[in-house]
């Protein structure tokens, strides 16, 4: 499932099921395959600045013009629109109601009216609690349950939006809840939202991230590995000054590119699928050779060769491949067909085999220079007794590599027992993680902003979404 930026959904006021707030909830948050349910009230709770006003305009801008309706209680409609500019149009195109100086009673008479000749689809009040925490609890109760019958009796879809952390009387009347949360992810903030409850319906997954990228609601569904069959031949990326292109453009903006004679460390959990490796390990290796230069690939674990190289001949042709690039798949079988490499071959011999290959590479390359990319799992699984020696022939690698101004990328798992090491000689370092099924991308060094990675245009590349 892709993010669904919430869009505008046109449509005339209708009745029964067609104005159910699932078909609202549907569309603007991608939960149309488990919202069955009627869904007529819906709860977003959250602490302040989560990001709860912002949801509930685009719920409420999914009403269509003139369809909605917005309940004020905390701030000015020109405040709002200076708070939240992209939803601007939003406020302009819906009825706004002041209510910070009225009392719950009066608020009341207000939804009646609202929701009898049923004008408005749906009504948005912001926030809910700054109005009940005026009444005892008996009387909210009281109040609540009226607009829970307006809200069925009449067709209206009412949203409340509340900052009370805690469970309150309304939680146990409506038909759903959303909570809207930040949590820390190694010193960045992602913010989170949670599906406490859709009546009625079956949920297969409480939690997504989401992102306000440019004051819009933007959620991410979990990863979906790439259709390769639907990928077709890439147009070059120049380089960037003095720097070598990722081939990417989400890659170049976030890292500025490859500096010649450079090593950049991706460090990946466990959880992190191949495919999202492999959109940051395939680009640069098809811009190097649709550039006229040269690279060198040894692959993650399980690689097959022949899948890389229908793939890789699809983005820049065979007879490329052929002359511009090695695979040398390390040996982890009793299958000698399998590897590219001797079976008993040591660290140093490896090296060697490296070495000369890109020596061989240089020779082809339109101006001698070759980008290496390698597994650093697939080299300790073969050397886990000797590890040291291992490490000894990387320092050799990057310092060869810095001379002669080639470019380096290593894919370094997050329990790799080296991991401190090759750390401290990379000259940049990224991770990957996933967090609610969402595969999730920040810069180290240098130090970035954190985004969410998919497929979203080409199945190779990868498109990257910053979360704010």
């Known amino acids: 499932m892709t993010p669904l930026q919430l869009e505008h959904q046109k449509g005339t006021a209708g ?26 009230a819906l709860l977003i709770k959250g602490l302040a600045g989560t990001g709860k006003t912002t949801v509930a305009l685009e719920i409420l801008k999914a009403a269509g013009k003139g369809k909605g309706a917005y309940v004020s209680s905390r701030v000015p409609k020109e405040l709002l629109e200076t708070h939240i ?5 939003t406020l302009h195109n819906q009825e706004f109601l002041d209510i910070r100086l009225e009392d719950a009673s009066s608020v009341l008479d207000l939804v009646m009216q609202l929701t009898e000749p049923k004008k408005f689809r749906t ?27 307006l809200a069925h009796n009449s067709g209206a879809q009412l949203v409340f939006v509340s900052e009370e952390p805690g469970a309150t009387t309304i939680d146990y009347l409506v038909d759903g809840i959303l909570e809207l949360v930040t949590v ?5 903030t992602v913010r989170e939202f949670i599906i406490h409850k859709l009546r009625g319906t079956k949920i297969p997954q409480r939690k997504y991230i989401f992102t306000l990228l440019d004051g819009k609601f933007t959620f991410f569904g979990p990863y979906t590995i790439p259709d390769y069959s639907k990928m077709s031949k890439i147009a070059q990326r120049p380089d960037i000054g003095e720097s070598y292109s990722f081939g990417s453009g989400a890659l ?6 490859m500096i010649p004679g450079s090593t950049l460390s991706i460090e990946y959990d466990e959880n992190v699928p191949y495919s999202a490796l ?18 060198i690939l040894l692959p993650l674990p399980g690689a097959n060769d022949e899948i890389i190289n229908s793939i890789l001949a699809r983005a820049v042709g065979k007879n490329v491949v052929s002359e511009r690039l090695r695979i040398l798949n390390i040996l982890r079988t009793s299958d000698l067909k399998t590897a590219s490499l001797p079976k008993e071959a040591t660290p140093q011999e490896i ?9 061989e590479l240089r020779k082809k390359s339109v101006d001698k220079t070759v980008l290496l990319v390698k597994s650093v799992s697939a080299l300790e699984n073969l050397f886990a007794s000797d590890l040291d020696s291992l490490l000894e022939v990387t320092s050799q690698e990057i310092i060869t590599l810095q001379q002669s101004h080639d470019a380096h990328i290593l894919f370094l798992p997050k329990d790799s027992p080296i991991r401190s090491r090759i750390l401290s000689m990379s000259s940049s370092y990224a991770k990957l993680f996933v967090r609610d099924g969402t595969v999730l991308m920040f810069g180290v060094k240098p130090h ?6 998919q497929h979203l245009e080409d199945p190779i590349a990868p498109s990257l979404t910053q979360l704010v």
Not at 16 to 35: C, N, P, W
Request: glycine fraction near 8%.
């Open 85 to 89: 500019p992209a939803m601007k149009e």
């Open 278 to 295: 492999r959109a940051i390990e395939y680009p640069p290796i098809i811009n190097f050779l649709s550039r006229g230069r040269s690279a």
């Open 123 to 149: 009504i948005v009040f912001d926030s809910w609690d700054g109005l009940a925490k005026e009444l005892d609890q008996r009387e909210r109760l009281r109040a609540e349950k009226t607009l829970m019958a």
């Open 351 to 359: 090296h060697e085999i490296v070495a000369n290959e890109t020596t």
């Open 448 to 453: 970035t902003g954190i985004y969410a990675l």
């Open 184 to 188: 820390e992810e190694q010193d960045r």
């Open 15 to 40: 009745s029964g099921a067609e104005d159910l707030i699932e078909t609202r909830i549907a569309s603007v948050l991608g939960l149309k395959q488990f919202m069955q349910g009627p869904i007529r």
């Open 252 to 257: 170049d903006r976030l890292f500025g590119g």
